[in-house]
């Protein structure tokens, strides 16, 4: 059964930075090398956002409002998909959730972990 967990999320101050984890269990290293990852975020009142997504060959999309200040990266070894979030500002404030699959065909979401950015 797959399972995904996210961490790392917390407070900073605006231009601050946080490093999310996502932690991919039910696959096999082998299987994960193939596995599209996505990240999205919801603010109280707003809907859900997609932020990022890493498909298999490395290919990375990002959003208008985080390109250039997020980046998504993953470690096949350890099953893990890393959003490294840069010059954060009070908008990027959400609850973030990552999934296997990205946009409509994005399942398994995970319990989300909050980011407030405020000062």
């Known amino acids: 059964q797959v399972q995904v967990v996210e961490s790392g999320g917390g407070l900073v101050q605006p231009g601050g930075s946080l490093r999310l984890s996502c932690t991919v269990s039910?696959?096999?290293?082998?299987?994960?090398?193939?596995?599209?990852i996505g990240w999205f975020r919801q603010a109280p009142g707003k809907e859900r956002d997609g932020v990022s997504c890493?498909?298999?060959?490395?290919?990375?999309f990002y959003s208008d409002a985080v390109r250039g200040r997020f980046t998504i990266s993953k470690d096949n070894t350890k099953t893990i998909v890393y959003l490294q979030m840069n010059n954060l500002k009070p908008e990027d404030t959400a609850r973030y959730h990552c999934?296997?699959?990205?946009?409509?065909?994005?399942?398994?979401w995970g319990p989300g972990t909050q980011v407030t950015v405020s000062s």
């Open positions: 890493i498909r298999p060959g490395d290919n990375r």
């Open positions: 039910g696959f096999t290293r082998s299987d994960f090398t193939y596995t599209v």
């Open positions: 999934t296997t699959g990205c946009g409509d065909s994005a399942t398994n």
